[in-house]
């Protein structure tokens, strides 16, 4: 019998500045704030725009890394699952949050466009290729130089 599939994949800009915490034993707990943006035609055939906002956690390497690369405005692409939680609010009401607890993050975006600050990286992995279509190549000019740094260099 099937256990089930709990799966998220989001690709959207970091609202604020990753916020990082460690355990007593020492393990980075980062959380962020992650916007994405659909569009539709209204009736009128207006272009309506929609934002929504999850909250998402890093736990361990994952978390340093994205605590050290990650910074507002950053496109980013994760992979996780929904965690929902209660909770007695100081004010002795209970609440109820819903996180994204993200197990694969992909920095998007060269330099200048948000994806890590200064330091060198990559360009986004190829995306998967669709059953119905050939893989394109990315053009040359949005692909990142790779010859001015070493492959110790990059975190992940």
Known sequence: MARGINKVILVGNLGNDPDT???QG???ITRISLATTSVRKDKDGNQQERTEWHRVVFFGKLGE???EYLRKGSSVYVEGSLRYDKYT???GVEKYST???ADEMQMLGGRGEGGGGDRPQ???PAQRQEASG???QQPAAQQAPMDDFADDDIPF
């Open 89 to 91: 609010g100081q004010d």
């Open 122 to 124: 990559r360009s986004a």
């Open 21 to 23: 915490k460690y355990t």
């Open 26 to 28: 020492g393990m980075a």
């Open 65 to 67: 890394i994205a605590g």
């Open 99 to 101: 996180d994204i607890i």
């Open 134 to 136: 050939p893989r394109r």
